[in-house]
């Protein structure tokens, strides 16, 4: 028996797609415990170039079998949209997919609720991917969530979804928004659900009837661990945990099962929307430029900064990361001259993440420390011995300080620029 939970060590965005890609091969089954659409895991391999919102990335190995469990709250009309994008690609589902009939349901007025806060909220917005994310978890603690096992009979979805178009009517309204009409949202999401029925499973038994035989799991994790409700920046996080023990209550895998905990982590360091970034530069066009990028899901510019050492080490230390998966070190090459935040200081005193909360880390002075750059290409690079002694030199730091060995990185986007130590 195998399990390996794959996860983000920073702000999320850190080339997840691509290490469950290089892993997926391995193992027989894929599976999300949690998170929604808001993620999104860029692959790019013999079949093209694939953005994957739900579907497990390891959908593109055919004897995968896919799961998504009850932790992952489901957008249908984007879940049947990426299994149609899929299909055509030529990657069959059928018989490979599996929902759980626990999962949430995101709802209209979820995404318009979404929307509303954040107009609402002004300067205080939390830069959600208004998704509808947020809310739909607040619905699933507060006893107003609709899941997929509600269509078992399709009177009490109806019930329910009345109930809460009667709430959420008015609260949109009191927002300045326009109610929906019930009508014409259950007609549309019946219509979602006898699409997806195919696909609704209990995965309870799946799961541990391959665990008793000892099948290979690999777990994708959405977001990233400094996103998480409780440990994240707070409230500038996601709706779910997640850490590697969100596999357990978003999949039902016993803690004791995971074998394997491998953290992936860019090379610097990037953020979508609002919330402290200790080490974004704002001051150097060329290096804005350079590290910022173009977010998978929303389309929204990524803040870059250089990468932080205290934010990766705690997220390793938090879910007890095996090894790193050090990506985009490609990126790099174009700098002379780089720099590692190697902790933090407040107010003159040296502190640490776990110290501070969200607006005394927005303040916090990142201490770096400089190395060499390689300026060179390396994305035909195979071999670590044979990467520029400053590249070396650079991914060895990074272990040093982090405290754990860095065995796979990432010198390009396809599934074949890698290193693998």
Known sequence: MSVTVVLGTQWGD??????????????????????????????????????????????????????????????????????????????????????????HIIMPYHKILDGLYEETKGAEATGTTRR?????????????????????????????????????????????????????????????????????????PIVHEGLKAGKEFLLEQA?????DTDWGTYPFVTGSTTIASAATSGLGIPPRAISQIIGVTKAYTTRVGAGPLPTEILDDEFTIKTLSEVAATTGRIRRGGWFDVEVVRFSTMLSGVDALFLTKLDILSAFEQLQICTGYELEGKSVHYYDLDSYQLERATPIYESLPGWHSDIREIRVFEKLPAEAQAYVKRIEELVGVAVSWIGVGPEREALIRR
């Open 14 to 103: 850190e080339g997840k797609g691509k290490a469950i890609d290089t892993f997926a091969g391995d193992f027989e089954y894929a599976a999300r415990f949690n998170g929604g659409n808001n993620a999104g895991h860029t692959i790019v391999n013999e079949y093209g170039t694939f953005k994957i919102h739900l579907v497990p990335s390891g959908v593109f190995y055919p004897q995968v079998t896919c799961l998504i469990g009850g932790g992952v709250v489901i957008d249908p009309a984007v879940l049947i949209q990426e299994i149609k994008s899929l299909a055509s690609a030529g990657i069959e589902l059928k018989g490979r997919l599996f929902i759980s009939p626990r999962s």
């Open 132 to 204: 509808g994310i947020g809310p739909t978890f607040a619905d699933k603690v507060s006893y107003n969530g609709l899941r997929w096992s509600d269509f078992n009979d399709i009177e009490i979805f109806a019930d329910k979804l009345n109930t809460q178009i009667r709430i959420k009517n008015k609260i949109i309204a009191a927002l300045g928004g326009e109610a929906l009409d019930f009508n014409k949202v259950l007609d549309e999401y019946t219509d979602y659900y006898f699409q997806l029925k195919p696909f609704i499973r209990e995965l309870f």
């Open 223 to 227: 977001m990233g661990s400094l996103l």
